[in-house]
């Protein structure tokens, strides 16, 4: 079992955290307001604010909206010392119509800032190419997906990939870019993902390898 902290209670960071939990990890969900959360509280599933969930867990999942989450995550710089961070966020600005239209970080990519700004935290890029319902259901598609895993320490990503196999990614279905860098270009895999929407509607998908 590891102690495990995901910071946003949407629908990633709620999804994320009932397959955690299933699969046997204690997990505490990173809030604003943790009284008003306690009423959704189940069995290894706890509520706190961010600091407190960032402080008090092994590992910590950045499923906060990519836009905020350097300021946000570089404010928890003390508390995620040591620990591994999982970003599964994309850093966007959002066009006309709400969807994402264009990178915050063109050049470089989230992970990479922040990295450069938790030197003593190993940051981890993953599931971000996806929407939220395959990050733990990826068996649901019709083609085998791929998730892409990015990060500077090797360590780190062993035990990453051992979470992606308690949501149910397979090994052939993950693929390690390398170091954080490599992020950079998962991240701006998301800038395909409105004009697919916009033609076909909000489906499951996975933005994929085929070999």
């Known amino acids: 079992?590891?102690?495990?902290?995901?910071?946003?209670?949407?629908?990633?960071?709620?999804?994320?955290?009932?397959?955690?939990a299933a699969a046997g990890h204690q997990v505490t969900l990173g809030v604003r307001n943790a009284d008003g959360a306690a009423a959704l509280a189940g069995p290894r599933i706890t509520f706190a604010d961010q600091r407190t969930t960032a402080?008090?867990?092994d590992i910590v999942i950045n499923a906060t909206p990519g836009?905020?989450?350097?300021?946000?995550?570089?404010?928890l710089r003390a508390e995620l010392s040591g620990k591994i961070l999982v970003d599964v966020s994309n850093a966007t600005?959002?066009?006309?119509?709400g969807l994402p239209g264009d990178l915050c970080y063109p050049g470089s990519s989230l992970a990479e800032k922040l990295q450069a700004g938790?030197?003593?935290t190993?940051?981890?890029?993953?599931?971000?190419?996806?929407?939220?319902m395959v990050m733990t259901t990826p068996e649901t598609l019709a083609t085998p997906p791929t998730v892409y895993v990015s990060g500077n320490d090797e360590k780190a990503k062993k035990t990453v990939t051992g979470l992606l196999g308690d949501l149910g990614w397979q090994p052939a279905w993950i693929e390690d870019l390398g170091d954080i860098i490599t992020a950079r270009a998962t991240e701006a895999m998301i800038l395909?993902?409105?004009?697919?929407?916009?033609?076909?509607?909000?489906?499951p998908f996975a933005v994929s390898l085929a070999r």
């Open 192 to 203: 395909v993902v409105p004009h697919v929407l916009r033609r076909h509607g909000f489906r």
């Open 118 to 120: 938790l030197p003593a």
């Open 67 to 75: 836009d905020s989450s350097l300021d946000r995550l570089t404010g």
């Open 1 to 20: 079992m590891t102690s495990i902290g995901i910071l946003g209670a949407g629908r990633v960071g709620t999804t994320l955290a009932g397959k955690l």
């Open 55 to 57: 402080r008090t867990t």
């Open 93 to 97: 600005l959002d066009g006309d119509d």
């Open 122 to 132: 190993q940051v981890v890029k993953t599931l971000n190419t996806m929407s939220f």
